[in-house]
T-cell receptor
């Protein structure tokens, strides 16, 4: 079974631009979560999507948004990029949220560098 | 505010040593505690703990949860260089929705 895939793997953008990252969950997984990982802040939760609906959102500004498609694939968008948005963006999928099992499977991440 | 704390933040040991990594938490509506290993790429799942006092083992790794004292430990015996990684502790909670809160991680370096 294929794992979680993320595209692109690496990205360089300049301040003020916007970026869209993509995540394809494991087949059969319907929940997709996004995390930002930086050396200073660690791994921070951005949002989770299930059945094309955002179920939960972390403490990030409105510049960070996402969506999920009917095939469970998800995209996240960051508008008006700032230098501090440079980070590894991880996507994680799990079968269904709300079950006892919180076992998430992470993708390889997208390394975003903002210059 | 929910938080997860890990200690130490970094650790250097020699091959063959035994290490203990600590994770404490303060969260509302605790559901589970999870350990992940991250080696410069995606975190990989190690353990999920939901009950106090029941040790989970996988090879040289083991973990236990104390829900009364709100902490967990991850033990690695006979460490190998391949154990070098960041070990992340996370807590799953559930109120009207479920979420996972990660700790800062412990960076473990095992030197020959």
């Amino acid at each position: 079974k294929a794992g979680v895939t993320q595209t692109p793997r690496y990205l360089i953008k300049t301040r003020g631009q916007q970026v869209t990252l993509s995540c394809s969950p494991i087949s059969g997984h319907r929940s997709v979560s996004w995390y930002q990982q930086t050396p200073g802040q660690g791994l921070q939760f951005l949002f989770e999507y299930f059945s094309e609906t955002q179920r939960n959102k972390g403490n990030f500004p409105g510049r960070f948004s996402g969506r999920q498609f009917s095939n469970s694939r998800s995209e996240m968008n960051v508008s008006t990029l700032e230098l501090g948005d440079s980070a590894l963006y991880l996507c994680a999928s799990r079968i269904v949220p709300g079950q006892e099992i919180y076992e998430q499977y992470f993708g390889p991440g997208t390394r975003l560098t903002v210059t | 505010e929910d938080k997860v704390v890990q200690s130490p933040l970094s650790l250097v040991v020699h091959e063959g040593d035994t290490v203990t990594l600590n994770c404490s938490y303060e969260v509302t509506n605790f559901r589970s505690l999870l350990w992940y290993k991250q080696e410069k790429k995606a975190p990989t799942f190690l353990f999920m703990l939901t009950s106090s006092g029941i040790e989970k083992k996988s090879g040289r790794l083991s973990s236990i949860l104390d829900k009364k004292e709100l902490f967990s430990i991850l033990n690695i015996t006979a460490t190998q260089t391949g154990d070098s990684a960041v070990y992340l502790c996370a807590v799953g909670t559930k109120t009207s929705y479920d979420k996972v809160i990660f700790g800062p991680g412990t960076s473990l370096s095992v030197i020959p």
